[in-house]
């Protein structure tokens, strides 16, 4: 069984330019959850999708930042004219169910703004 | 500010020794969680333990939780160069469960040998 996939593992983008980051979840899961760690720092919420709905977007930034997960194919988060303060890594989790107790994380798409 | 904070933030012990690391944070919570980040890699979970529970063991590690604190401590005895990562703990305080977790700062661990 495979892990959290995510993809790509490092991305570069140019100032203004947009940044999508890809998460499959493990087989069997429906609920993906995303993180962003900045250096040195721990990792920060920002969304909670299941298939289809968006449960928890309380640690989103309000513009710029988006994410879906829809019925078919992995989860993206979109950042939209992506500025020097974005770079960081951003992880996603899985869980099979709600209420599950563990997240199953991915080995995270590294983000640099140039 | 975050729910989670480790102390101590960095750690450097000689292989073999024990390492003690502590987590407090500022809510009620479901349970807390430990995990491991090797430089440049992703989260692997360590150990849970739940509201009720005061103490959990897996392997070499040592889990404690004190509710009335608000704290909880890993302990890694006989440590490897293998251990040497940074280590934090993740408080899920959700009323539904696992919805939402909040991580500490991390305690950056160096096992030298």
């Known amino acids: 069984n495979a892990g959290v996939m995510q993809n790509p593992r490092h991305l570069v983008r140019r100032r203004g330019q947009e940044a999508r980051l890809r998460c499959s979840p493990m087989?069997?899961?429906?609920?993906v959850y995303w993180y962003r760690q900045l250096p040195e720092e721990g990792l920060k919420f920002m969304v909670y999708l299941q298939k289809e709905n968006i449960i928890d977007e309380s640690g989103m930034p309000k513009e710029r930042f988006s994410a879906e997960f829809p019925k078919e194919g992995p989860s993206i988060l979109r950042i939209q004219q992506v500025v020097r303060g974005d770079s960081a890594a951003y992880f996603c989790?899985?869980?099979?169910?709600?209420?599950?107790?563990?997240?199953?994380f991915g080995p995270g798409t590294r983000l640099t703004v140039l | 500010s975050q729910q989670g904070e480790e102390d101590p933030q960095a750690l450097s012990i000689q292989e073999g020794e024990n390492a003690t690391m502590n987590c407090s944070y500022k809510?009620?919570?479901?349970?807390l969680q430990w995990y491991r980040q090797n430089s440049g890699r992703g989260l692997v979970h360590l150990i849970l333990?739940?509201?009720?529970?005061r103490e959990k063991h897996s392997g070499r590690l040592r889990v404690t939780l004190d509710t009335s604190k608000k704290s909880s401590s890993l302990l890694i005895t006989a440590s490897r160069a293998a251990d040497t990562a940074s280590y934090f703990c993740?408080?899920?305080?959700?009323?539904?469960?696992?919805?939402?977790?909040?991580f500490g700062q991390g305690t950056r661990l160096t096992i030298n040998p």
């Open positions: 993740a408080t899920d305080a959700t009323p539904q469960g696992a919805q939402k977790l909040v």
């Open positions: 989790a899985s869980s099979p169910v709600s209420g599950a107790d563990t997240q199953y």
């Open positions: 333990i739940r509201s009720n529970e």
């Open positions: 087989k069997g899961h429906s609920h």
């Open positions: 809510t009620s919570i479901n349970n």
